[in-house]
């Protein structure tokens, strides 16, 4: 039986036929929070402290209260500077899709918050920066924000008012460093997605050196929620530290994977058993990633771990993005791992060293390993590799991504590292268990 979060609201219109249409969207009471802003004069300092209070935050991975975020910008009277929002809409951390439901299903919501957004701030325009392979979700929200446009909600004088505001789509090139939010302004400047080092921060000097504010797609998806039903209503679902619902997606070895709307801290148990259906096969489960691929695998016996930042923190992992990657029994940790570290060593941008050798020396060990010529001392390597790598040793956090993995691995599946290592092949398999391994020319080719 599946138990629904007690109340639903980010999907319940991406469940109605024609959800993407600015018609479909005004009539299930869609730009009623802009309009209520707009025309009863609430103040922009009000939009941003209702958000504040509401206590959200960030859904892009880091977890960071999206109101308090808003206040980093300049005050306008002090800095007149040009002023943007960038949106992060690349979503290429694995194991993650929640955004691209969003964006294909309900585009006018996203817009909606865009132009909260961009009111609370003073903004005068917004990009949205979206991930490369998402023809359909780029394509819906163009057409949306050009029945918005026409509605006369984008653009000069949003409805009859001094307010202004422009939205512009820019689509990614398929480099995960592009949602790292300084790589991705440095792409959407038409430059290399180098990241750049912090400070300065965004607020101070982001897109073409302006202020500029950086969220991700669920984040400001939410904003028209609480505009419209006030921080109260939002602090109503989810726990006090980490308010709301969020979109679950859940993948790997499950019966149903998909994405699943549920209050912050639902246990991850109940996430797997009653809206995913359980692990598949009838199997066991070994072992699950939080949120993305980057936060660290916990064993089984942490599954009824609650899915919120400081419980998911306080077994040793992080909440990320939410998006919850099983494996059943007979997943070899070591092939994962591999497999992992090869994407993180690919999507390296190579400007600091730790990370361009380390992502490198992680994927030939764990590949090493997995052919069967893991070596003694490969785990006391990767080990130390990964500590010169994280925390925050870097300009960016793409090499604690690729670290924290596998310092997990190493706590949490030591023994089965070990047996790789002494066996010289996958213990699973050599039990009839696995199989899933590829074989050492496999791995080199
Ligand atoms: C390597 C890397 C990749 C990232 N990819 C994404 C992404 O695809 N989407 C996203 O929203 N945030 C991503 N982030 C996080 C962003 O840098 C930033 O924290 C986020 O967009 C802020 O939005 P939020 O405060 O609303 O969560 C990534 C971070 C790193 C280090
Ligand atoms: S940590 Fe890695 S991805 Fe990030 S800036 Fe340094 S080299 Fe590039």
Not at 162 to 182: L, N, P, Q, R, V
Not at 216 to 221: G, Y
Not at 275 to 283: D, F, H, P, S
Not at 303 to 328: E, Q, R
């Amino acid at each position: 039986m599946i138990t629904p979060a007690s109340e639903t609201y980010l999907l319940t219109r991406a469940e109605q036929p024609g959800s993407h249409t600015i018609e479909v969207f005004k009539r299930l009471g869609g730009y009623a929070a802009i309009e209520k802003v707009l025309k009863q004069g609430i103040s922009r300092s009000d939009v941003t402290t209702e958000v504040k209070n509401s206590g959200l935050r960030g859904r892009g991975g880091a977890g960071f209260p999206t109101g308090l975020k808003w206040t980093f910008m300049p005050d306008p009277e002090k800095d007149p500077r040009t002023r943007y929002m960038a949106v992060n809409a690349d979503e290429s951390e694995p194991g993650t899709c929640k955004d691209r439901v969003l964006m294909r299903e309900d585009p006018h919501g996203l817009i909606e918050g865009c132009l909260l957004a961009a009111y609370a701030m003073q903004l005068s325009a917004v990009y949205i920066y979206v991930r490369g392979e998402y023809r359909v979700p780029y394509d819906r929200l163009q057409a949306a924000i050009d029945e918005a446009r026409a509605a006369n909600l984008v653009g000069e004088n949003i409805l009859g008012t001094d307010f202004s505001c422009e939205i512009h789509m820019h689509k990614g090139a398929g480099a995960y460093i592009c949602g790292e939010e300084t790589g991705l302004m440095e792409s959407l400047e038409g430059k290399r997605g180098h990241p750049r080092p912090k400070p300065p921060f965004p607020a101070g000097f982001g897109l073409w050196g302006q202020p500029t504010t950086v969220n991700n797609v669920e984040s400001i998806f939410n904003v028209p929620f609480i505009i419209n039903k006030g921080a109260q209503w939002f602090r109503g679902m989810g726990t006090e530290a980490s308010p709301g619902n969020f979109l679950c997606g859940i993948s790997g070895h499950v019966n149903r994977p998909g994405i699943y709307e549920v209050p912050l801290g639902i246990s991850a148990e109940t996430i797997l058993n009653e809206y995913a259906g359980g692990v598949w096969k009838g199997r066991k489960l070994k072992g699950w990633f939080p949120g993305g691929s980057s936060t660290g695998i916990l064993p089984a016996e942490m599954i009824s771990t609650a899915m919120d930042h400081d419980s998911i923190k306080g077994v040793g992992s992080m909440f990320g993005t939410g998006a919850m990657i099983i494996l059943d029994e007979t997943a070899c940790t070591v092939r994962a791992s591999r497999v992992l570290a090869h994407f993180y060593d690919h999507e390296s941008c190579g400007q600091c060293s730790q990370c361009r050798e380390g992502t490198q020396w992680l994927y030939q060990i764990f590949a090493r390993i997995e052919a069967g010529k893991g070596e003694v001392g490969d785990l006391e390597a990767l080990e130390r590799i990964s500590k010169q790598m994280a925390p925050g040793k870097t300009i960016c956090a793409l090499a604690d991504a690729a670290a924290i993995p596998t310092l997990a691995v190493l706590r949490h599946f030591h023994d089965e590292l070990e047996a790789h290592i002494r066996e010289g092949c996958c213990p699973l398999r050599s039990k009839g268990e696995g199989g899933q391994s590829q074989s050492a020319q496999e791995v080199h080719a």
